[in-house]
């Protein structure tokens, strides 16, 4: 995915947004890059691969390469950002976060409707920056061109812009799938889509902006140049597992969430009798942790590790383009705890359950480190749609979910006009998609948060939460 940090400031705005970006590091590890603004030296910008190096050593020396009272920097995991942009609205840099599902059609569309062209990248790629530059640049001015863009995406587009003005323009998405929060210190206003990251500077929260809303910053004040629109559906996958334990979207704690959520989970399966004789309850690291804690507290079981995940050198698993790569580094990152395994009966909570692979391999990986029992929690429903708006799991095709691939061995493409009965355990057709999981994966039992379960640990309007993966709602 990817995330971004801007600050305008009455100083240098660049410290605020070396360590301000660097707090996004989670969201992404392809590329990093930070641009900023000064009056005599005009818009300047870094650009760095971060594959296998953390942001903080590559941008090291931008303290002496750059200045500027403006700033703004971007993680991702697609296309290098920020890019600068000459056009017609003057000079500018832009950094966006989201996916465009619609990018060919807009390309042709642009190409053939004003004879231009464009930058590519290795293969012919064009950075999705430069594309939504190119659609705000057809309008007379930042807020229609933002609204022209946004209404033309298929997916999802958050916009930030340094204007060779020193101001910057920050846009969230038109349904506000992803957070953009303003934060307020006696000097500086900033943009963030991690709350904790302008927090750590000194940063108090100013306000989030709705979807579709978009604002200009300048270090006195933050001026609404479109109002919010009605609908939201902020991505429930961010409490789940995507969000920095620490991060606040629209007034919940992720950690709190997470923690309440593995509760739930205890209430639903003590009604259903389900909870199995067990030793320990553990989390698959990280993400599925806090729920796993939750879970045990509420079960009186005893929380433990009984394996710890190497990180000092192993980037996180999902980001790696490869699956075989991905299995590689889960796989090399896991150690274990054999007084904590061997004979024991374990449960372990993960955030969600994808393509199932990984899982596969820390079950073997536990049974042959002497475990008796492995039994699975996923921390929300059962995954049917691969994410259109997001991409956080990389699916190419729905058909890439196990739970899609189960279903179509069990009962055949008849079988995904069933699929609210499948994500629901008491059916028939739950439970015998849950036994073949169990099968594939050597899971001793398995069990999915549900829907309801998790929209009550998130705790705001259903109607605002986008939970397409889960249940294919729009």
Known sequence: ????????????????????????????????????????????????????????????KIFKEMKGFAAIGCINDSDPQPLIIRSSLGCYSICTIGVINNKQDLIDRYLSLSGGQFGA????????????????NRKPNFAEGIRYAQENIDGTASILILRDNGTI??????????????????????????????????????????????????????????????????????????????????????????????????ENEKANGSIPELDYVGGVPDSGTPHAIGYANHCHIPFARPFIKYTQTWLRSFMPTTQSDRNTIAKMKQIPVKELIVGKNLLFVDDSIVRGTQLRETVEFLYSNG???????????????????????????????????????????????????????????????????????????????TLSGIEKAIGIDPDELCTYCWNGRE
């Open 1 to 60: 995915m990817g995330g971004f940090f801007g600050v305008v400031s009455k100083g240098s705005a660049l410290e605020d947004v070396y360590f301000g970006t660097d707090y996004h590091s989670h969201l992404g590890t392809r590329s990093g890059g930070i641009s900023s603004y000064d009056p005599e030296i005009g818009l300047q910008r870094e650009i760095h691969n971060i594959k296998n190096t953390p942001f903080r050593t590559k941008f090291e």
């Open 121 to 136: 990248m290795t293969g012919g790629e064009v950075n999705s920056a430069e594309l939504i530059a190119a659609m705000i």
């Open 169 to 266: 323009i920050a846009a969230r998405d038109k349904v506000g799938r992803l957070p953009i929060l303003i934060g307020k210190r006696d000097d500086a206003f900033c943009a963030s889509f991690e709350s904790f990251a302008y927090e750590k500077l000194g940063f108090e929260k100013y306000k989030e902006l709705g979807p579709g809303e978009i604002v200009e910053i300048s270090a006195d004040e933050v001026k609404v140049l479109k109002e919010p629109g009605k609908k939201k559906r902020i991505c429930a996958f961010l409490w789940s597992y995507y969000g920095y334990p620490t991060a606040t979207y629209e007034g919940v704690n992720v950690e709190v969430m997470r923690t309440r959520n593995g509760e739930i989970m205890v």
């Open 371 to 449: 475990a008796k029992s492995v039994h699975m929690r996923s921390a929300c429903p059962p995954l049917l749609f691969g994410c259109k708006y997001l991409n956080f799991s990389r699916s190419t095709s729905d058909m890439e979910l196990i739970t899609r691939r189960t279903i179509m061995e069990l009962e055949g493409e008849e079988g995904f006009n069933h699929l609210e009965e499948y994500s629901d355990g008491s059916t028939e057709r739950g439970r015998k998609m849950r036994q073949a999981i169990c099968d594939k994966l050597h899971f001793a039992s398995l069990e999915f948060q």
